[in-house]
């Protein structure tokens, strides 16, 4: 089962576009409609709401009245804010249960979730996909002016008490603008709905959160470092061969110092000292590498000092007898 969380501003035709997806087979749940049943008497949404806001908003009849509620949070968004934690969360309650309700009912269904608030109140966990529903600000304002008899003031000042249709649009799976002829908004929803069915047995594509961000930027900042460590330890892996070769250059100066004239050997053993002291210094710098190669260049050390010293232990006695 699928669930397309459906959500626009005002007058931006949602509702329209739902009752077009339920005559194409979709089970549609009326977030508006779950609200009014939070405010019913008896419920723990209407006893949160008498006891945040005032007794002084039961009506004769028993029920919330809304008008007066609506007079003491609208324009205050420290009490809208006071007002939306206690029915935001009870509207997410009954809508998991009705969503629960239709799975068990018909694992294979539809279900469009047609909520105006579903980025405000953050309900990205009870949807596969986000679908928007756009609209020009100047064609919102002039629908609500000509359908709910507003003034340009009062039609502006709730569309500004909205998000903006670019907020929205960041958590879009589909969008639908709605700025043109009825038949174009039509077909845009049914296009869509058609290439939603046809690839219902794909696996649905998440709606983008702004924890699924954080988290795809953490695995790729998170990745990095691995790679560059893996690069860092290739230069490890061929000092080792740098260090044998330095410890072949005594051999080659044995044979400089073995073939050479007596005027060539001191030359000679200089550079076998210096080639000495480098590999030293080498060994100083790596000090696993050193443990490894340490027997071949003493092996070769004590080589060439005895073969020096008899080489020098002849050059004396050939000078007296000349």
């Known amino acids: 089962m699928t669930v397309i969380g459906l959500t626009g501003g005002i007058a931006s035709g949602k509702s329209t576009a739902a009752g077009w997806l339920r005559d194409l087979g979709a089970i549609v749940i ?9 405010y019913e008497p008896g419920s723990s949404g209407f006893e949160a709401v008498v006891n945040g806001f005032g007794h002084d908003l039961v009506a004769p009849d028993g029920t919330i009245n809304r008008q007066l509620l609506g007079g003491k949070v609208f324009g205050d968004p420290a009490q809208m ?12 309650r009954l809508a998991a249960q009705e969503i629960a309700d239709i799975k068990r009912r018909d694992p294979k269904a539809h279900v469009v979730l047609e909520a105006a608030v579903l980025v405000e109140a953050n309900w990205f966990g009870l949807v596969d996909q986000v679908w928007v529903v756009t609209v020009e600000p100047s064609v919102a304002k002039a629908r609500l002016m000509s359908r709910n008899n507003l003034t340009d003031a009062q039609a502006q000042s709730r569309i500004d008490a909205q998000i903006s249709n670019k907020e929205r649009l960041l958590h879009a799976y589909a969008k639908f603008d709605n700025s043109g002829t009825l ?6 929803v049914e296009r869509e709905w058609k290439r939603f069915t046809k690839d219902d047995e794909k696996p649905p594509r998440a709606a983008k959160t702004p924890a699924v961000r954080v988290a795809a930027t953490t695995a790729r900042a998170t990745a990095k470092p691995a790679a560059t460590k893996a690069t ?3 230069p490890a892996a061929t000092k080792p061969a740098a260090v044998k070769s330095a410890a072949t250059k005594p051999a080659a100066a044995k044979a400089v110092v073995t073939k050479s004239t007596a005027a060539a050997k001191p030359a000679a053993a200089t550079k076998t000292i210096a080639a ?6 080498t060994v100083a710098a790596k000090p696993v590498a050193a443990a490894k190669a340490a027997p071949t260049r003493t092996a070769a050390a004590k080589a ?17 007898r000349s």
């Open 30 to 38: 009326d977030a508006d409609r779950l609200g009014h049943r939070v």
């Open 183 to 188: 038949d174009q908004f039509r077909q845009r």
């Open 232 to 234: 860092a330890a290739k």
């Open 304 to 320: 060439a000092p005895a073969k020096a010293t008899a080489a020098k232990a002849a050059a004396p006695k050939r000078a007296v």
């Open 81 to 92: 804010k006071k007002l939306t934690d206690i029915v935001w969360p009870e509207i997410q």
């Open 276 to 281: 000495r002291s480098t590999t030293a210094r």
